[in-house]
């Protein structure tokens, strides 16, 4: 909180942070992550986001498949076949 890295406008740094937060289940960076995850659409920040989320099991699952539902249709196809991978466990 002191830095304010759940509200960074500066994609790289949120990116990071919410790699990070997620890695660690901090619940707290879940709806920042949602609102990272439903404006950006580039393969580099996406996959990898969702990759951390299904990496943390009955935790992260439930949320990237959640989110993923609504958030798939806006992807590039090239983004949505990388995250489509990862939750089928590619």
Do not use: C
């Not at 990759?51 to 539902?69: F, K, M, N, V």
């Amino acid at each position: 909180r002191a830095f304010g890295l759940s509200q960074s406008g500066n994609a790289e740094v949120l990116f990071a942070w919410l790699r990070l937060a997620l890695g660690n289940r901090y619940q707290p960076a879940v709806a920042p992550t949602e609102r990272f995850l439903s404006t950006m659409g580039r393969r580099k920040f996406v996959a990898p986001l969702f990759q951390t989320l299904w990496a943390q099991g009955d935790w992260g699952r439930p949320i990237a498949q959640r989110l993923y539902q609504r958030v798939r249709p806006s992807y590039h196809p090239v983004t949505s076949s990388a995250v489509d991978a990862i939750l089928r466990g590619g």
